[in-house]
């Protein structure tokens, strides 16, 4: 689809893919993913069951799980170990969103978007895809919340947090069911109605050079923000 084409179109005709990385942040260096995951949400803003990347990833040496990580996010070495790298991952990602036209979608889409921005070639589909922040669509439509965190966002909008927080799945089923509220205000007051109008207040900037993109990760902190 044609970019002029996919901007005109209603929100309700759009298909979404709602993503998120768990990581850990080595010293020196930016966040490695140990995990991602995403869901689909189909025209009619109907969420496709049946869609659930769910992936573990091994780290690159040099990049280790700690302690801390462990208790954040449950995953282990063990666990990671004879799992794919995460130029594999996301290719395997990639090769799944190559049959129609998405715009992705995840809480601190800048943190995501900074590391499908380093690996390019393995995201050769994705990159070209608008990528949607739930923090600047929340901040936009609800106005006055003290933060825009995940577990505030979802508490706002009577969201159950799992016990399994801070694993890639049950966040991205968390910040989907935020993302679908914050459509349904949108369209209620009439200030998002087609995917020009979500795109002109919620897309990020995200293809930057690596330079860049590398200080983002510093400007916007994930911790803080999901």
């Not at 895809?129 to 923090?135: H, L, Q, S």
Request: hydrophobic share 40%; glycine share 2%; with cysteine.
């Amino acid at each position: 689809m044609h970019i002029a084409t996919l901007n005109q179109i209603k929100i309700e005709e759009a298909s979404f893919v709602v993503l998120d990385f768990e990581t850990v942040t080595p010293k020196g260096r930016p966040p490695e993913p140990i995990e991602l995951a995403a869901m689909r949400i189909n025209p009619g803003l109907q969420v496709d069951h049946e869609f659930k990347f769910d992936k573990l990833i091994k780290p690159p040496d040099g990049a280790p799980i700690t302690s801390f990580d462990t208790v954040q996010t449950g995953i282990r070495w063990n666990d990671v170990r004879d799992k794919p790298p995460t130029s594999v991952a996301l290719r395997e990602f990639d090769v799944l969103l190559q049959e129609r036209e998405y715009l992705l979608v995840a809480q601190n889409a800048r943190y995501e978007a900074a590391i499908i921005n380093r690996f390019p070639d393995e995201c050769q589909h994705i990159v070209k895809m608008p990528f949607i922040d739930t923090i600047a669509l929340a901040k936009y439509l609800v106005l006055g919340m003290p933060n825009y965190k995940l577990n505030s966002l979802a508490r706002h909008f009577s969201v159950t947090i799992p016990i399994n927080r801070h694993r890639a799945l049950p966040d991205v089923e968390i910040a989907l069911q935020i993302f679908l509220k914050l459509l349904e205000i949108g369209q209620k007051t009439k200030r998002i109605h087609r995917v020009i109008d979500l795109r002109h207040v919620a897309e990020i900037k995200k293809y930057r050079s690596k330079k860049a993109t590398q200080r983002s990760l510093f400007d916007y902190n994930h911790t803080n923000s999901t």
